[in-house]
């Protein structure tokens, strides 16, 4: 395991304005920032908070974070999309009150935006299976369906490391533009499993399973993002905070691929 990784596994368990942006063939005008929540809290891996933050200031987004005194006790109105990064799941389940999930669930209801990475994504589902085991309590149940990991045919657990993607959904605004595969870090995240009927796009799949990697979704007037693997990491730069890992070919950046999951989520493109 390199220094890179090792640095981001110590930390795992423990708890600008853009005046024109071009995506595909279209350009979205954008006259304002777009605030962004991270959640920050136990839970949230430094490890991923920090690449996260670096990852939105890249796109010119301002950058809020959060903790769950925050979630629980205060207004969300003025963030536009939550992001619950990668960690673990279970401080998330625990620490966000009942009455704080609600919060959350109508924060995305009336218009918001909610991104999960990883812990994340789990944290979004009515179920999610972990190494087998089953929980449906306290979960924030955004997303129609069970998020299941790991995905021991990508790496058997606890192995880690890149992973490639397929993109299932051309037309859609967050692939324009893209490539249709990318190559991301794996980290133990889930697959999706959709309940019959849910009105869930699954954007990419894993080509090791070919099972849902990147799912979208609308939730009420409001959008969701759900990925299993990390994004936020540049295996091949240290834009993320991290030196360059020579271990791991990353075959490119997957920040342009969030920039335009974020746009969405914030309904700058549609």
Not at 51 to 59: A, H, Q, T, V
Not at 142 to 159: C, S
Not at 179 to 199: L, R, S, V
Not at 201 to 225: C, H, M, P, Q
Request: glycine share 12%; with cysteine; charged share 25%.
């Amino acid at each position: 395991m390199t220094i890179k990784r090792l640095l981001a596994f110590s930390l795992f368990l423990t708890v600008v304005l853009i005046p024109l942006f071009h995506c595909g063939d279209g350009v979205v005008i954008v006259d304002e920032d777009i605030i962004i929540g991270i959640y920050a809290d136990d839970g949230a891996s430094p490890g991923c908070v920090g690449p996260s933050e670096k990852m939105f200031e890249w796109m010119g987004c301002m950058i809020v974070l959060l903790y769950a005194e925050d979630v629980n006790e205060e207004p969300l109105d003025k963030i536009e999309v939550l992001v619950f990064p990668g960690g673990d799941t279970g401080p998330y389940m625990e620490d966000i009150s009942d009455a704080g999930k609600e919060k959350i669930r109508d924060f995305v209801r009336d218009g918001g935006g909610y991104i999960g990475t990883c812990a994340g994504a789990f944290f979004a589902a009515e179920t999610m299976v972990w190494r087998g085991n089953t929980y449906t309590e306290g979960l924030l149940d955004l997303f129609p369906g069970t998020a299941d990991g790991p995905v021991n045919e990508i790496y058997p657990y606890p192995q880690t490391g890149m992973c490639e993607i397929n993109y299932t959904e051309p037309d859609h605004p967050i692939t324009q533009g893209l490539d249709d595969t990318e190559w991301i870090y794996y980290w133990w995240g889930p697959k999706f499993i959709t309940d019959d009927g849910a009105g869930v796009d699954v954007i990419g799949t894993y080509e090791v399973t070919d099972e849902a990697a990147l799912v979208a979704f609308e939730y009420g007037e409001g959008r969701v993002f759900l990925i299993g693997p990390h994004p936020e990491w540049e295996e091949d730069s240290d834009r993320d905070g991290y030196p360059p890992d020579d271990e791991h070919d990353d075959r490119g950046s997957d920040w342009p691929l969030m920039r335009n999951v974020t746009f969405w989520c914030a309904k700058r493109i549609n």
